[in-house]
């Protein structure tokens, strides 16, 4: 696993310079396996460790002249080794090395993405406990329905994560596989012992069946399991972005000293991260359905994929790497307004506890159609005319024919709604 000193790390991942390194590091681990089973002298593989070298200028400048980026490599490796350049690349295709070595890359990839989630992880659940208690409304179809607290959309946030994090480590563990199968697959110039000893130096496994490349429904799964994540950075940015709305402004996003909104208007505080997040997303899924295309390929190769993933790779493992940390930053910093949460939460006058009215009715007996409409008449007259629900339901004498006033009290109590929001948190937090 690459240290991660800074978020540039990702980016070295896809360096040329990363990529031919981990093409060495396959090919080296060839070399001793092929020793190991008795089919090259057993000192090369030392002497190679040794001398091997990639020079990138030199490989890109026979690149130029063979239009073969594994042939420039083995030709400008070979050359370091001396006699020994005979067995470099001995028995492989060019497949067998860049698969082996994607499959290393984007784990590596995969690992820092886990990180990237663990610290989003970390800062929703202190946002969650630290406002579980806040009490704001609940939105549906972005019209008030009923109470809930701010804690509970972070600890939602926060299980939705968890639940990306175990499809990241499957989708690491899906392509976390190497093959030095050959050209079609049939291991015709090296025995399988030498990709299982390959595999097992690298830390991977041996693909149980391959043709001249390692199938790419493996590699399909891994960046549409990128593009999940992805929409679940949405999914929390187009929260944002709603609740900073001049209407509800319930929270928004930190505007830092001397900022500016707008180049025409001063007073703008737009949500520009959360926008930009939401934007961002659409690359991943776009990504994620080149992905499906490779999968299907002509025989037992083409390379039609080749090219597809030397530009998704690194775009959409930089790029979610990107959206994590911009997203944990913006939470982190995230403004919240409790007085403007409140206030909304009495925007609608009390009609938010409607259904607990419901409810308490058919308990004494009513049908659910009756209770329904009893409800709905002083409903419709805060609409229409104004004054508070509980006023229009106290006042109404069919529905004090039911219930005492002390019944009334205890629909309209807030805390009716929100007392099972730590068994919520011991469900969506436990381990």
């Not at 493996?218 to 999940?228: N, S």
């Not at 001049?246 to 001063?266: C, D, H, I, N, Y």
């Not at 997040?277 to 002509?298: C, F, K, Q, T």
Request: hydrophobic share 45%.
């Amino acid at each position: 696993m690459i240290p991660r000193y800074s978020r540039e790390v990702m980016a070295r991942i896809w360096t040329e310079e990363h990529k031919f390194a981990t093409w060495l590091k396959v090919e080296l681990a060839a070399l001793e396996a092929l020793a190991e089973h008795g089919l090259i002298p057993a000192e090369v593989p030392q002497r190679a460790y040794r001398q091997a070298a990639c020079d990138v200028q030199r490989i890109l400048e026979l690149e130029s002249k063979t239009h073969h980026d594994v042939a420039a490599f083995v030709d400008q490796v070979a050359s370091c080794l001396g006699e020994d350049g005979r067995y470099f690349h001995f028995g492989l295709t060019s497949s067998d090395v860049l698969d082996t070595a994607l499959g290393l890359r984007l784990s590596e990839a995969a690992d820092l993405l886990l990180t990237d989630l663990d610290e989003l992880l970390a800062v929703l659940k202190e946002k969650a406990y630290a406002h579980k208690d806040l009490v704001m409304v609940g939105r549906t179809h972005g019209v008030h329905a009923e109470p809930i607290t701010l804690g509970l959309k972070f600890a939602l946030w926060y299980a939705d994560f968890k639940r990306h994090r175990a499809r990241l480590v499957q989708a690491r563990e899906t392509i976390s596989v190497g093959k030095l199968s050959g050209a079609v697959g049939t291991f015709a110039h090296l025995p399988p012992e030498v990709e299982a000893g390959v595999c097992a130096r690298l830390g991977l496994t041996p693909a149980p069946i391959s043709t001249q490349i390692i199938q790419r429904d493996r590699h399909a799964e891994y960046f549409l399991t990128l593009a999940l994540i992805g929409a679940g950075v949405e999914k929390v940015a187009l929260e944002i972005r709603h609740l900073q709305r001049t209407e509800v402004r319930e929270a928004e996003e930190l505007f830092a000293a001397g900022q500016k909104g707008s180049s025409a208007m001063p007073h703008k505080r737009n949500p520009v991260l959360s926008e930009n997040l939401s934007g961002l997303a659409r690359l991943l899924r776009a990504n994620a359905l080149a992905a499906l295309e490779n999968v299907a390929l002509w025989h037992e190769r083409d390379i039609s994929h080749s090219s597809v993933e030397r530009v998704i790779a690194p775009d959409s493992t930089i790029l979610l790497d990107f959206m994590l940390a911009r997203l944990t930053r913006l939470l982190k910093n995230l403004q919240v307004y409790p007085e403007q949460m409140t206030a909304n939460l009495h925007l609608t006058r009390g009609l938010i506890f409607s259904q607990s009215l419901l409810l308490a009715l058919i308990g004494k007996g009513l049908s659910r159609d009756a209770a329904y409409r009893l409800v709905q008449a002083p409903a419709m007259r805060v609409w229409q005319e104004g004054g508070e629900f509980a006023q229009r339901v106290g006042e109404d004498a069919e529905i004090g024919r039911h219930l005492t006033p002390q019944e009334l009290a205890a629909i309209f109590d807030l805390g009716r709604y929100l007392r099972y929001t730590d068994t919520i948190f011991n469900r969506a937090f436990a381990s």
